[in-house]
């Protein structure tokens, strides 16, 4: 389905790789995803777009830093990204680059979360992000793992606008959404159980395809891992996928 034309705020409205070798990742997700890769050119420091029929859905570029770990980045809408980052450093959130303009595109904050997780914010001007969601090949679900929970839920409504719904506490599961039920653009998880006490924090993307299986035969014929077997969920078929960067991500079935 296409992407909601007027966005709350702090829904995701753009997501990005940082890759230590561009050339094996658009490799990769080209022949993953049928993607087309569109180079911006030296001027935007080799950063280019992949397109799903024409469209936009992520961005690449090469790290900016030796130490820089290779990760997607998940940018959330803002109408006022500088309002923004005073909200980050008051709640407690650190600024590590910006707020910068990207000319005649829009306005970004890079930050990081106080629980430790990396979060980008993105205010349009004429690119509003990818136009595309919750379709094979897309950008279908964006969810914090977290293991300081209660202060990731405080912070992100507090500081990127989010209506905060809890889903009821099954086994133990804490999980809380942007938005409510069909409605919802993301969610924080409460991920202690994986992460344990000192574990990273960190954003995951999870990218729609209507056969899960079939994907991941294909991305073990690109030669990266898998993280177990598919398993089925309430909310679709899933698994965990490294790809030649060493970054996570998850497939699902949509």
């Known amino acids: 389905m296409p992407a909601r034309g007027d966005l709350p705020e702090g829904a995701p409205a753009w997501i990005d790789l940082g890759a230590r070798d561009l050339d094996a990742a658009i490799t990769f997700y080209t022949s993953l995803f049928d993607w087309e890769h569109v180079s911006l050119g030296e001027e935007f420091g080799d950063y280019g777009h992949f397109l799903l029929q024409g469209e936009p859905v992520a961005g ?4 900016q830093d030796e130490d820089q770990p290779a990760a997607w980045s998940v940018y959330l809408w803002t109408t006022d990204v500088d309002a923004t980052a005073a909200r980050v450093t008051e709640h407690g959130g650190t600024v590590l680059q910006g707020p910068e303009d990207v000319p005649g595109q829009g306005r970004f904050l890079k930050t990081r979360d106080p629980t430790g997780a990396p979060v980008a914010f993105w205010q349009a001007y004429d690119n509003r992000g990818f136009t595309t969601v919750g379709e094979p090949g897309a950008p279908a679900w964006f969810e914090l793992w977290t293991n300081d929970y209660e202060t990731a839920v405080a912070y992100y409504r507090d ?3 989010w ?6 506490n099954d086994e133990g599961l804490r999980y809380t959404t942007h938005g409510k039920g069909d409605d919802s653009y993301a969610g924080i998880y409460d991920a202690t159980s994986d992460l344990g006490e000192h574990g990273t924090p ?17 991305a073990r014929a690109l030669g990266v891992a898998i993280h177990g077997d598919p398993q089925d969920s309430p909310y679709g078929r899933m698994v965990g996928v490294q790809d030649p960067n060493d970054t996570w991500f998850q497939l699902i079935s949509v």
């Not at 690449?60 to 790290?63: A, D, E, M, N």
């Not at 209506?163 to 009821?168: A, F, G, M, R, V």
């Not at 995951?204 to 899960?212: E, I, L, N, R």
């Open 163 to 168: 209506d905060t719904h809890e889903l009821p």
């Open 60 to 63: 690449v570029g090469p790290l």
């Open 159 to 161: 500081v990127a606008g």
């Open 202 to 218: 960190s954003w995951v993307v999870y990218f729609g395809t209507s056969d899960v299986d079939a994907s991941v035969a294909r």
